[in-house]
Each structure stands twice: as structure tokens, then as C-alpha cells.
């Protein structure tokens, strides 16, 4: 799915235009608050996840999918919905807050490097509220939490429809970001969102938003194209292994991935700047690649268990 936005003098790049989009970014918002694969990261687990559904499951999806009246996406395909998360969160992140505070820390768990414990770092397992509504769940939940309530609902036939669609809707979205190693870790430092970089041929940003954008743009500009690539690697042994598990399971799978790659290989800063390597810069990449291909494989075997004819 392209977007577009007018800019003085015509189209730039697309690397000018996230350029000037991480520099304003830089400029406006907290250092916490970039957390989320872009657009195109969650376009590419949708479209994989698409591509694995059993054929009635994904009638299901596209049936729920079209009852969407919220206007926060393009349309109501698969892949423009996994971003629905992140719109619903910043829709009235100007105005009175209530969405962007009620589920802004559902998107990631700050695991610490120096204390792994997910449980500790999802304040010890938040369950479903008294109503069993995950839409009204505590604020402070985590990602690893959430997935599982609204894996529950999604599940539930007695699920009312308005909530089973939204159960729907942030499962697209949150398996994709569990799957962003820098969402499940941290050194005390927002997930990587104060830690300055730099890599030739883009512009300055932070750690956090290079995992999010960068590194997912080198894998290709088409999402389509760059999802159609990653299936057509994914061996079906691959496929049977990468299902298994549990959302804490794969967070510290993530969690390991941060440990070891996205910190550990972190060059020393020279100036307050992390200057990337090429090595860096690929390893990063290959990483990226592999949990994109795990995040859509692991969303459609969620969507499949949960919409399954009885």
C-alpha cells in the first residue's frame, strides 16, 4: 500500500522524505514514544500472515475487518489494518489523550539487559479485567499480556463483534511489534529511543527508529514485493518450528536478538553518536528480515487456531 503527502515542489525521495520525517520527529516528540515497526514493517507481517490463513479463516478476517467504521486506515485489507494499532493510539494523542494513555504501553515490554525477567517487567501478569474486555484493561499492561487477552477474545464466539474486531485489530498489529527486538528491551533508555546513531547514506535518527525504518527500507521499497520475497524463503520446516511457542517465548526470543545484536554490536559512541558499521548495518538487516518472516508466520498460526470452525 503506497501513502502519499503533498510536499512543497513536488515528490522527494523516499529516503529524503523519512529523513525529514525522523528529524521532525526528533524535534517534537519524547524519546519514548517512537515504538512500532513503520508502516511498511506491519504491511509486511500482514501480507505474510495472509499468505499462511486457511481459506476460511480468512473469509472470517475479512469479514470482521470490514465492519471497521473507524476511518484510521486506507482501506480494510489485512495489511493496511496491522497499522490500525498505532492510528487508534495517536488519534487523539493532540486533543484529550484518552486513547494514546489508555494503550500506548500495550505495544512493547521493557525487558532490562541487566535484569531479563519478563515477568517483572509486565509488573507480574496483568489477567483480563473483571468485565473480560481487553479493550478495558489496565493501562499499564504489556504487550506479552495483551497478546494473550486478545488472543482469548479473538477466540470466543461469545466475544460481542465490536470487541472481537478490535481483538482482531491490535493482534495484527502487536505480534508485529513483539517481533521488534528493540520492543521487548531496554538499558535504560526507552528501547533504544536515547541512543543516538548515524549510518552512511541515511540520515541521523536514534537506535529505536533504525530497527523500526531503516533497516526494514533496505529489505526493499514494495512491501508486497519485499513480503512475497520473504515467502518464498520460509521453508515449511520453518514454518512448523517458528508456529510453536508462547508470546513470552518469542518476546525473549526477541529480547536475546536485542541483547546480542541490536546492543551488543553497538559500535562506542564518539561524540554522543553511534557511528554504525556496514556489518552492523547488515547483521541488523538479516535480523529484521528473519523477524519479519517469524511475525507474519506467528500471526496467521494465531488467527488460524483462533478462528477455526469448532
Not at 494499532?85 to 494503550?103: C, I, K, M, V
Not at 535504560?188 to 535518527?205: E, K, S
Request: glycine letters at 8%; charged letters at 25%.
Amino acid at each position: 500500500m503506497t501513502r502519499h503527502t503533498r510536499w512543497p515542489g513536488g515528490l522527494p525521495s523516499r529516503r529524503a522524505a523519512l529523513g525529514l520525517l525522523m528529524s521532525l520527529a526528533l524535534g517534537a516528540l519524547p524519546c519514548a514514544e517512537a515504538r512500532a515497526w513503520g508502516d511498511e514493517g506491519h504491511e509486511i507481517v500482514g501480507l505474510i500472515a495472509a499468505h499462511y490463513l486457511d481459506p476460511d479463516v480468512r473469509d472470517r478476517v475479512n469479514a470482521l475487518l470490514a465492519t471497521d467504521a473507524s476511518g484510521l486506515t486506507a482501506d480494510h485489507g489485512i495489511a493496511s489494518e496491522a497499522s490500525w494499532a498505532d492510528r487508534y493510539r495517536d488519534s487523539d494523542r493532540e486533543t484529550n489523550r484518552t486513547r494514546y494513555l489508555q494503550t500506548r504501553e500495550w505495544h512493547y515490554v521493557d525487558i532490562e539487559l541487566a535484569a531479563p525477567d519478563w515477568r517483572s517487567a509486565c509488573r507480574d501478569h496483568y489477567d483480563l479485567p473483571p468485565d473480560g474486555a481487553a479493550s478495558h484493561g489496565d493501562a499499564h499492561d504489556c504487550i506479552i499480556d495483551k497478546i494473550g487477552q486478545y488472543r482469548t477474545e479473538l477466540a470466543n464466539p461469545r466475544t460481542p463483534p465490536p470487541e472481537r474486531l478490535l481483538a482482531l485489530q491490535f493482534l495484527l498489529h502487536l505480534i508485529g511489534d513483539l517481533h521488534q527486538p528493540l520492543h521487548t528491551a531496554d538499558d535504560h533508555d526507552h528501547g533504544g529511543n536515547q541512543v543516538r546513531v548515524a549510518l552512511a547514506g541515511f540520515p541521523r535518527g536514534n537506535l529505536h527508529q533504525y530497527w523500526d525504518t531503516v533497516f526494514v527500507e533496505r529489505l526493499g521499497m514494495n512491501s508486497n514485493v519485499v513480503a512475497a520475497a520473504l515467502i518464498d524463503e520460509v521453508t515449511p520446516a520453518q514454518r512448523r518450528d517458528w508456529a510453536r511457542g508462547s508470546p513470552a517465548e518469542w518476546a525473549m526470543e526477541s529480547f536475546a536478538l536485542a541483547n546480542t545484536v541490536a546492543y551488543g554490536e553497538l559500535p562506542a559512541a564518539r561524540d554522543g553518536v553511534h557511528v554504525l558499521t556496514a556489518g552492523y548495518a547488515d547483521d541488523a538487516t538479516a535480523v529484521v528480515r528473519r523477524q519479519l518472516e517469524r511475525a507474519g508466520i506467528r500471526l496467521a498460526a494465531v488467527l488460524n487456531t483462533a478462528l477455526a470452525r469448532p
